[in-house]
């Protein structure tokens, strides 16, 4: 397999829950994963889908998934979306008190592992931890809700983050999430975020496959500096 150099994941969060599998298949020429928002009603205010869609999902479509815990007790339930198949398995800083061995589980249960920063919290005390991991999801917006206004300075993480892993020389994507749309991509490629998310602008847009197809051209050119 390929990798490719910019990952684009749309975010089902934004799609018609009533019609999941078209709406993944909406997008699957186009997209590289499919980002899947797990929501607890505790580690966040809001409810979203779990395990059950996540499984029934999977026999739908052939794109990776790209699976954003916001739970509460990752070491509990994140091996089980591994076992389900996601080929990446995000959990939260804020919620775990062993993310090292927490990322060593999801990798012997056959995923890649993903440290997820929230809006609030600092990077430094994480930079150590990174080669342990192979996605880093930096939040643009707090963790929630779609269709929150991205915040730009927490652009500064992923700096940061990108001048670790270049000095490190440590193999890692950095995902950004929140409020990722035409005129917000950008920034964020220029500041080092090699993976997008994006729900709204994905599904708000009349065709989502021209619109995640749009963003990786928009992200590309500002990551060569073009
Ligand atoms: C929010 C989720 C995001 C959300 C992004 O906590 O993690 O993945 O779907 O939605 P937009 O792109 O609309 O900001
Ligand atoms: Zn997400």
Redesign the pocket.
Known sequence: MTVPPLIVAP?I??ADFARLADEVRAVEHAADWL?V?V?DNHF?P?LTIGLPVVQSLRAATELPFDV?L?IEDPRRWAPGYADAGAYNVTFHAEACDDPVALAKDLRSAGAKAGLAIDRDTPIEPYLDLLPSFDTLLI?T????????R?IPHLLDKVRAARRHVASGHLELRIEV?????ADTIEQAAAAGADAF??????Y?ADDPAEAVRRLRGLAERAATGA
């Open positions: 975010s969060l934004a980002h928002d929501m966040v809001n954003h916001m939040m917006i707090k963790a929630g809700f779609g269709g929150q991205f999430d929140g409020g990722i749309a998310v994006a729900g709204t602008a994905v708000g």
